[in-house]
């Protein structure tokens, strides 16, 4: 445990609320920037990515900040003890304490293949092992040698996984598509909605395809119930329990289920206790992007995040480019008083990103007790939401501009296209929405400005925008996969850095398990088609629900 108990009792805070007293009633973006040439170079940091030379530039430059603000948030951090706790993560200590586990996530990307250990015994080979199966796998799978129970080549793949076990795959095989192998369709089966396993399954030939189940513990209530689903659907055809080898495959920490379920303990990718479901994209939950990229992209997918956990080891905290993002995000909760933070990647492969953060800052951060057992005397994480643009723009983003909440945003592009049509003029187009509305909202457009334009004077308010409102734009080369594997690191550091700040624990997710105990209980009730003890109005929607939804 840290030497505090609440952050706000850190001389840091208090330094910072004072700084803050001054710093709101001063801080005008477009003033600062005209005062000061240097700001961009002073707020701006770049992140050259060891696995393939890329760079990823990250502007904080236009965040409600100056170089004293910075220094107070890196004492902060200091205070919060962030290096030794980050020091005890990488050392494989047991930082998730309220569930006695390591946070080893940073081990199943460590291709420089650095001494790493848990309980004192080395993970390296075990990591290494299986992704060595995973590299023979997909290999067989992707040239045919793999065949089906009848001898054909396998076309599809449907990866049964919910929460971190379909978050990650789902996200990372679609911001990598021009990666993939378009000859492989794929399918992400995660809602107990019949319709998401039917709907998988009218697209898929038995014959053809090949199940994943992922799931760490695998006893989640959604996975088990689609995966045995489609094992009856396949055997419904195939009618020979033999051939479940050649079509189902686990991902999976937890052995003796694997076997029950059915599946060969060959056909299972293990990974261990210490990756967190939000983490484990990285682990064999990966499986299905290792398929259709192929492992040479995973690999340097896991590459790019491992030269980010390098950097954020390494690197002083001021030039420390994920704790620079988590602390504006604690500076904006804390201080400011900001709810949420909007990502909007200006890629439409990157659609499933916004999604994707949810679950790591929602599932990391979204408690209220200290890391000693009190409850917070402040504000912790943020809601996370996000869109692509420029669709974001046409639809919420009038609350941005004119609306009465301070949203801190990151703008996210790669500056090369993967789809550079008609002469790049869709992505030129693209990019001078990602400038231009950054530099829109913190511009604004003063009330002189919309006379001037000749608006009638009732109108004036109306066409009046405040500004001064922050961005942090990140603008990468090209998304490629080690682009891609850095650019995910950050935002898993930047929420460990707001954990670090705020005390509590990140890696645990206790607040998941009562709606579903709950859920498991008014089953047994639908089951018998009678309500039991509730409330009014529970046992009046579960009556509705009998009368109306029978069979
Ligand atoms: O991978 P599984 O064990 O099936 O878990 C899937 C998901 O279920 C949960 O309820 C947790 O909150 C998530 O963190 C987890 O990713």
């Known amino acids: 445990m840290p030497g505090f108990s609440q952050a706000n009792e850190l001389k840091s805070w208090t330094e910072l609320a004072t700084h803050h007293k001054t710093l709101s009633k001063d801080i005008v973006l477009k003033e600062y920037f005209a005062k000061d040439p240097q700001r961009f170079e002073k707020f701006s940091r770049v992140f050259k990515n060891e696995a393939d030379g890329g760079e990823i530039l990250f502007d904080f430059s236009k965040n409600f900040l100056t170089e004293e603000t910075l220094d107070l948030l890196v004492k902060l951090a200091e205070e919060s003890g962030l290096e030794k706790l980050r020091n005890d993560m990488f050392a494989g200590e047991k930082i998730n304490f309220t569930e006695g586990r390591a946070v080893y996530h940073v081990a199943l990307r460590n291709t420089s293949n650095t001494k790493m250990e848990v309980d004192g015994k080395s993970v390296v080979d075990d990591v290494n092992a299986v992704l060595e199966h995973m590299k023979e796998f997909s290999e067989q799978v992707r040239s045919g040698e793999w065949k089906g129970y009848t001898g054909k080549k396998i076309n599809t793949i449907v990866n049964i996984g919910i929460g971190g076990s379909d978050l990650g795959p789902v996200m990372v095989s679609e911001a990598l598509k021009p990666y993939g192998d378009r000859n492989l369709k794929l399918h992400f089966v995660s809602n107990i909605d019949g319709t998401h396993i039917a709907e998988a399954l009218k697209d898929s030939d038995p014959e053809t395809t090949l199940f994943l189940v992922a799931s760490k513990t695998f006893t989640t209530a959604e996975t088990v119930t689609n995966a045995n ?21 686990a991902l999976s920490t937890n052995e003796s289920e694997v076997t029950k379920f059915g599946i060969d303990k060959k056909n299972m990718f293990p990974f261990s206790d210490w990756v967190g479901g939000r983490y484990s994209v990285w682990s064999a939950i990966g499986l299905s992007v290792c398929l259709y990229i192929g492992y040479e992209n995973f690999y340097q997918f896991l590459a790019g995040a491992h030269a980010m956990d390098q950097h954020f080891l390494k690197t002083p905290l001021k030039e420390n480019i994920p704790v620079i993002g988590g602390l504006l995000s604690v500076w904006y909760s804390d201080f400011f008083g ?10 439409q492969y990157m659609h499933r990103f916004p999604a994707y953060l949810q679950q790591l800052s929602m599932e990391s951060n979204g408690k209220a007790i200290t890391r000693d057992g ?58 001078s929405n990602f400038f231009a509305q950054s530099e829109a909202l913190m511009l604004g457009k003063p009330d002189s ?8 004077e009732e109108l004036i308010p109306h066409k009046t ?31 460990f850095t707001e954990g670090c700040v705020w005390n509590i624990n990140s890696f645990d997710q206790w607040g998941v398990e009562l709606g579903k105990k709950l859920a498991v ?7 018998d088609g009678k309500a039991g003890e509730h409330d009014g109005s529970t046992s009046s929607l579960i009556e509705a629900f009998l009368a109306r939804g029978k069979l």
């Open 229 to 249: 689903t489609a094992k009856t659907w396949f055997l419904k055809t195939a009618k020979d329990d033999s051939a479940i080898a050649k079509h189902f495959v």
């Open 338 to 347: 900001a709810q949420t933070h909007l990502v909007a990647p200006f890629d």
């Open 374 to 431: 009190k409850y917070v005397n402040y504000t912790t994480g943020p809601i996370l939401f996000g869109e692509p643009a420029t669709n974001a723009q046409h639809s919420f983003f009038q609350l941005l501009h004119q609306g009465t909440k301070l949203i801190p945003t990151d703008f996210i592009l790669a500056a090369k296209s993967h789809n550079p049509v008609e002469g790049n003029k869709h992505q030129r187009m693209l990019a």
């Open 449 to 456: 400005e919309v006379k001037a334009e000749g608006a009638p």
């Open 465 to 495: 925008f405040l500004g001064n409102r922050p961005t942090t734009s990140i603008l990468v080369d090209k998304m490629t996969p080690a682009a891609l594997g850095a650019l995910i690191a950050y935002y898993e550091h930047l929420t």
């Open 521 to 527: 209980k008014i089953l047994g009730e639908l089951d």
